[in-house]
């Protein structure tokens, strides 16, 4: 079974930066697709972004773009999210997501890709 705890979230005001990270158990990190995703109260989990396997390639929704930058540590099994210039629209709470055995970065958008889930982690941007 594969686990994933985010940590690194908190209240922050507008342009502020927070940096997010998710551990995640097990032997093969380094073949899974990583995910970071958000669900705001009221609306559906959207895509953030996404990294394949070996961290060369990265994926961006338009609303976050220039602004956050996912990584990874194969060797310490984490992914992070940098996100900088904070804005009130990124308040929700964030999870990452691992889509294992996904070696050629088919649809990272899409949730449903994805077989392991964090709890989540809550961030929260004042104006």
């Known amino acids: 079974q594969v686990q994933l705890i985010e940590s690194g979230g908190g209240l922050v005001q507008a342009g502020a930066s927070l940096r997010l990270s998710c551990a995640v158990s097990g032997r093969t990190f380094s073949s899974y697709v990583m995910g970071w995703f958000r669900q705001a109260p009221g609306k559906e989990r959207e895509f953030v972004s996404a990294?394949?396997?070996?961290?060369?390639?990265?994926l961006y929704a338009d609303s976050v773009k220039g602004r956050f930058t996912i990584s990874r540590a194969n060797a310490k099994n984490t992914v992070y999210l940098q996100m900088n210039s904070l804005k009130p629209d990124d308040t929700a709470v964030y999870y990452c997501?691992?889509?294992?055995?996904?070696?050629?970065?088919?649809?990272?958008?899409?949730?449903?890709?994805?077989?392991?889930w964090g709890q989540g982690t809550q961030v929260t941007v004042s104006s």
């Open positions: 990294i394949n396997l070996s961290g060369s390639t990265t």
């Open positions: 997501a691992a889509d294992v055995n996904n070696y050629y970065f088919s649809r990272p958008r899409e949730p449903k890709k994805y077989n392991y």
